[in-house]
């Protein structure tokens, strides 16, 4: 039977990943990527052409808990099943924890959307081995409560040019930020911050600014003037990829109300 016969489905999977050996989720000649790796399994597996969209395109060395990708397949698999079937060829950091059917004009990047995401600093004398992957150490003292204090200025709605590599290509450097949470259990910080939506290389600027902070390089409110200049070279450095991880993604239709995610 020909493929125009047959009738064509839309798959949504929610992803998760160890971004440690990959060059981000986008594919690219320099090295392998997670889009890479799914196209090439999941078009053996149903023996079509599969191309994944993805919500978000993490850079190399970023993690996820939970980001979003569709495709189109003839297949017969239900949508459900979809999951078990492709986690059997994927690489042991790289899983589907979920599989279903969607409308066909779903689209993940350009439906409505509020993304988490969560930094993770070790903020200790002593790297710890096991963490090294996942966090980003820090040997100096941090000041937590300095760093609560510089993130409210953030939240809200505001034009966040200043936090945004120059690679960027958008319309618009207006984002929202729902909620940006600083909060240490032992020797971990996490910076959690929710969105509707983040420019290239956003939440790793936002964490080396609030970085700066702890240190007492800036005080809190210099974050404000930092937001008012619209200039790049006014935040802090872009903290490294490792301790950065995609919590996952929340889509909204009209009924949702985003004051559940401040």
Known sequence: MSEDLRQKKRIKLIVTYDGTN????????NGITVEEVLNREISRLLGEEIAVIGASRTDSGVHSMGNVAVFD????IPAEKMCFAINQRLPSDI??????EVSPDFHPRYCNSVKTYEYKILNRRFDVPTLRLYTHFVYMPLDVEKMKEAAKYLIGEHDFKSFCSARTQVTTTVRTIYSLDVTKNEDVISIR??????LYNMVRIIVGTLMKVGLCVYPPEHVKEILEACNRNAAGPKAPAKGLTLIGIKYLDEQDDVEQFK
């Open 73 to 76: 397949t003839y297949s017969k």
């Open 193 to 198: 911050i929710s969105g509707n939506g983040f």
């Open 95 to 100: 899983r589907i924890e979920h599989s279903c």
């Open 22 to 29: 990959y060059c981000g989720w986008q594919i690219q000649i």
